[in-house]
């Protein structure tokens, strides 16, 4: 699934941007509620740590969840984006609303609440599952529930464009929009190309306030080494 994910970020990007899907060393296979998303959020700060040491430009957080976002935009001196963010404010350019058409249902509740933290609340008709697990998705029956869900989402919602709930339905855009008859947006690619306008705008992160880099503070037990003071290397 990391390389489907890379492939839909390379097939957007211009020509000498170099693309890297990173699956994080530590966390659960999949992201399914808030427990898994709680602990994801490590191993993703991890992988963040890691490309600002190697001078990473930027980095999409290619989760429909956007998991640690704002602690990842602490660490990072560019651009982070997460693709529910870039995929709302995309569709919200399409028409006068969109549907949401993600994995399970039990997601629905965190999905309502990043429209409503993005502004989306307006363009958000509704969120949708095809109850079919993250892990499941690569099942070639899979795509034929998916666009089921997104027609019934447009007769449902009476919506204009269909956001794509998650990073696994990221090669599926032009089939659905061949099969659904509106637009369908995926998080990977619109998060992608956004992440690619700011830094060829020169645009980084304010890094004031709230978004400044961590205060130094010492961490314990399994996070000793999320340390931001000299306590990890023993002082």
């Given at each position: 699934?990391?390389?489907?994910?890379?492939e839909?970020?390379r097939?957007?990007?211009a020509?000498?941007?170099v693309?890297e899907?990173?699956?994080?060393?530590?966390?659960?296979?999949?992201?399914?509620?808030?427990?898994?998303?709680a602990?994801?959020?490590?191993?993703?700060?991890?992988e963040?740590?890691?490309?600002?040491?190697?001078?990473?430009?930027?980095?999409?957080?290619a989760?429909?969840?956007d998991?640690?976002?704002?602690?990842a935009?602490?660490?990072?001196?560019g651009?982070?984006?997460g693709?529910?963010e870039?995929?709302?404010h995309?569709a919200?350019?399409l028409g006068r609303?969109f549907s949401?058409?993600?994995?399970?249902?039990r997601t629905?509740?965190?999905?309502?609440?990043?429209?409503?933290r993005y502004g989306m609340q307006?363009?958000?008709?509704g969120?949708?599952?095809?109850?079919i697990p993250v892990?499941?998705l690569?099942?070639p029956?899979?795509?034929?529930v998916?666009a089921?869900?997104?027609?019934a989402?447009?007769?449902?919602d009476d919506s204009?464009?269909?956001v794509?709930?998650c990073?696994g339905?990221?090669d599926?855009?032009?089939y659905?929009t061949?099969?659904?008859?509106?637009?369908?947006?995926?998080?990977?690619?619109a998060?992608?190309?956004?992440?690619?306008?700011?830094?060829t705008?020169?645009?980084?992160?304010?890094?004031?306030g709230?978004?400044a880099?961590?205060?130094?503070?010492r961490?314990?037990?399994?996070?000793t080494?999320?340390?931001t003071?000299?306590s990890?290397?023993g002082?």
């Amino acid at each position: 699934m990391t390389a489907l994910i890379e492939e839909a970020a390379r097939a957007v990007v211009a020509p000498g941007t170099v693309v890297e899907g990173i699956t994080a060393t530590m966390g659960p296979a999949s992201i399914e509620s808030h427990y898994d998303e709680a602990l994801s959020v490590p191993g993703i700060l991890t992988e963040i740590a890691r490309g600002e040491a190697e001078g990473v430009d930027g980095y999409v957080l290619a989760c429909f969840g956007d998991p640690g976002l704002d602690a990842a935009r602490e660490l990072a001196r560019g651009p982070v984006l997460g693709i529910a963010e870039a995929a709302m404010h995309y569709a919200s350019h399409l028409g006068r609303g969109f549907s949401v058409v993600t994995t399970l249902e039990r997601t629905a509740g965190r999905a309502f609440d990043l429209a409503e933290r993005y502004g989306m609340q307006r363009f958000c008709l509704g969120i949708h599952g095809c109850e079919i697990p993250v892990l499941e998705l690569e099942d070639p029956k899979a795509r034929g529930v998916i666009a089921d869900a997104c027609r019934a989402a447009v007769l449902a919602d009476d919506s204009d464009a269909i956001v794509l709930g998650c990073a696994g339905m990221a090669d599926l855009c032009r089939y659905l929009t061949d099969e659904v008859g509106v637009p369908v947006v995926d998080g990977v690619a619109a998060a992608t190309l956004g992440v690619q306008s700011l830094v060829t705008m020169g645009l980084r992160k304010s890094g004031r306030g709230e978004f400044a880099a961590p205060l130094p503070k010492r961490y314990t037990g399994l996070l000793t080494e999320f340390s931001t003071d000299d306590s990890r290397d023993g002082a």
